[in-house]
């Protein structure tokens, strides 16, 4: 388990695929980024957090922003998943939660009393230096996307 990247310190760089099997690279984009990490594909917390991520797409992108999710799970996972919820983000695939590990957002949990290693929710917005601006290391389903949203309107002004 890695410590969790610092506000006003460099992002660490990435290269995964994405649902459609394309490498996608911190350092290639030239943008805002919101990287934030869930779960599991299709799972209710998760499934309302991608929903309002993807409600709020175009603000995003007026902003200059990308909206990036990570989990462990397949491209093909996440194909199905954009799919059913008509999801307008990038979702990246990371089974061996070697980018997971990194951003600190591989930790214990408990869930009915057991202790357990997952993703735990959490979301980074990385400014276009690939300094991350700001962190959420325990961010919760519902409201989240507003959340980021407002703190990059605020960091843009």
Known sequence: MSDIPQIGKP?????????????????????????????????PGCTTEAKEFTELAS?????????????????????????????????????EHQLIETYGAWRMKKFMGKEYMGVARSTFLIAPDKIIAYSWPNAKSKGHAQTVLKKLQELKN
Request: with cysteine.
């Open 11 to 43: 992002a660490p760089d990435f290269a995964k695929l994405d649902q459609d099997e394309n490498l996608v690279s911190l350092y290639q984009i030239n943008q805002w980024v919101v990287l934030y990490f869930y779960p599991k594909d299709d799972t």
């Open 59 to 95: 603000e995003f992108i007026d902003l200059d922003g990308k909206v990036i999710g990570v989990s462990p799970d397949s491209s093909k996972s996440h194909c199905k998943f954009i799919t059913k919820h008509n999801l307008a983000i990038t979702l990246l695939t990371d089974p």
